[in-house]
């Protein structure tokens, strides 16, 4: 990703996708009200019907209210196991191991023609860390997710996940789309933590979370959560897909007040019933946090005055990471300030 792409995405984040009601408050389903109510009805009818075995959560970014079905399930992740690697990177290079101009040797192992053209490279090239990270989420190139797993370690990303507080994500093998698909595992409520985390600016720090999101809105493939949506809403997001599994996991930015939605589907009869299924519920969860959003206009609800939400410089002109940054994301403790420098490196594009 060049350093201007990069830069551009990020305008975007922060002035397109202000997340200026950010205020989070915990709230048990009891507590649920007004239109979020009819979302969990729908959503249970619709699973009823469901094809497969499925898990779903959404949740506004505003009030921290969330609903779903079995979002607690351990579910084979597929292609959305590439957020945690994107995670493990952007903690290392703010830790200081390397950065995105950091070269990484292509090695026969690495290769998998599962999804991607990175597999029909020769073996002995290089690659940017930057251009890998853009390869593996808005491509799901499978080659480009395996040379970052080696580049870091599974056994670190496996190990942030556990410090996150992700009960169910575990990366048991490298991306072999020909082997043991349920190797790789997560849950809705996993993938919305860390998204939600991202969404706050809290996922290793300021500049990697809007990093992490510039580069999710890339997405190339974008025929489930985003296909039924009004054109031009923004959303950022990953999917996965491999045998009878079709997952996608995300973040809708609805009137500037976004939403969560983590959607995984397994043991599908056909893919195509998946994905019927995903865009359903996405469909419905638009409609119900679009009137959400005028509901809570007119019931606001405790302890989310607007003086009290959250706003503030939402710079896109972040650097990257000073020394005590480094330490603070390396510990995954809470974010530093925005760091004065070094300045955010310039990438090279893909050979």
Known sequence: MHLHALRRALVIIAFVLPLACGVRTAADASAIPGPLVQLQSELNVLSTHAPGHVGVIVKDL?????????????????????I????????????GNFDLNRQVTLERPDRDDGWGDLVYSHPGNRYSVANLLRLMITESDNTATNMLIRLVGRVHINQTMARLG????RLADYIRSDGDIRSLRTSPLDMSRLLERMAHDELIDEWSSRAMIAILTG??????????????????????????????VGIVYLNNCPYIIAVL??????????????RGVSRIA??????FALWREANPLPGLAESA???????????????????????????AAPPQNPPLPNADSTP
């Open 62 to 82: 505003t009030t921290g209210l969330s609903t779903g079905v079995n979002e607690s399930a351990n579910m084979p992740a597929a292609s959305t196991i590439k």
């Open 84 to 95: 945690p690697v994107m995670v493990e990177v952007f903690r290392q290079m703010a830790a």
């Open 166 to 169: 992700l009960r169910q994500t």
């Open 219 to 248: 997405q190339r493939h974008n025929g489930l959560l985003p296909e039924p949506l009004p054109p031009g809403t923004q959303i950022a997001h990953k999917t996965g897909t491999l045998h009878d599994t079709l997952n996608d």
């Open 265 to 278: 589907t397994t043991h599908l009869p056909t893919l195509d019933a998946g994905r019927q299924f995903i």
């Open 286 to 291: 638009y409609d119900s946090f679009t009137k």
């Open 309 to 335: 939400l959250r706003g503030g410089d939402r710079s896109p002109d972040l650097k990257m990471w000073t020394p005590a940054a480094a330490e603070n994301a390396a510990a995954l403790s809470v974010p």
